[in-house]
């Protein structure tokens, strides 16, 4: 079965660069979510997309944006990256008003490790 | 603000045994807690569970939830090796985010 794939999987940047991470959803996923996940924590929520509209907005820095394109791919673009930035990045999809029940399942893509030097 | 507590921190059990992992959470707006478990890659998805005392159950598997005392277990019956993995569990709110807790770290040993 297909999953959600992300891209790149491995990313080194230097502080102050730019980077964006790539998401597609499962097939006919309409919901896209973003996860940090820092070393040895558990996955933050940043933001998420629904029908290509921002969903929901957690606790993402004003130095990241990202956008649901119309294939319902998703973009996370870091910019002024800083150290502290490091992480595995989650994407998950789910479709909205299906699941189980209808109640949304998320799958989790493979993550792209980020390391900023 | 929304939590999710998981205990124990880490387990070490041998293959055979049984274990039970623990979930609480305080969540405003809750809408349904997942089961997932984390080896060295993304989270793989285990249990979604919605309505209180209905227990899912996947092989050696099986989870539960109490809405009423706001907790989840996850039971893992006869371990085996493949089991080591860190199991997350998560909450989701009316907006549809997880919410995760720390993890459960379970180490199966021969």
């Known amino acids: 079965a297909a999953g959600v794939i992300q891209s790149p999987r491995h990313l080194i940047k230097e502080k102050r660069e730019t980077a964006t991470l790539k998401c597609y959803p499962i097939p006919r996923h309409d919901t896209v979510y973003w996860y940090q996940q820092g070393p040895g924590q558990d996955p933050q929520f940043l933001i998420s997309f629904y029908e290509k509209m921002q969903s929901d907005k957690g606790s993402i820095p004003d130095r990241f944006s990202a956008q649901q394109f119309s294939d319902y791919h998703s973009e996370l673009n870091m910019s002024s990256l800083e150290l502290g930035d490091s992480a595995l990045y989650f994407c998950?999809?789910?479709?909205?008003?299906?699941?189980?029940?209808?109640?949304?399942?998320?799958?989790f893509g493979p993550g792209t490790r980020l390391t900023v030097l | 603000e929304d939590k999710v507590v998981q205990s124990p921190l880490s387990l070490v059990v041998h293959e055979g045994d049984t274990v039970t992992l623990n979930c609480s959470y305080e969540v405003t707006n809750f809408r349904s807690l997942l089961w997932y478990k984390q080896e060295k890659k993304a989270p793989t998805f285990l249990f979604m569970l919605?309505?209180?005392?209905i227990e899912k159950k996947s092989g050696r598997l099986s989870s539960i939830l109490d809405k009423k005392e706001l907790f989840s277990i996850l039971n893992i019956t006869a371990t085996q090796t493949g089991d080591s993995a860190i199991y997350l569990c998560?909450?989701?709110?009316?907006?549809?985010?997880?919410?995760f807790g720390s993890g459960t770290r379970l180490l199966v040993r021969p």
């Open positions: 998560a909450v989701m709110d009316s907006s549809y985010k997880l919410i």
């Open positions: 998950a999809s789910s479709h909205r008003a299906g699941g189980t029940g209808g109640w949304n399942e998320q799958f």
């Open positions: 919605t309505s209180s005392g």
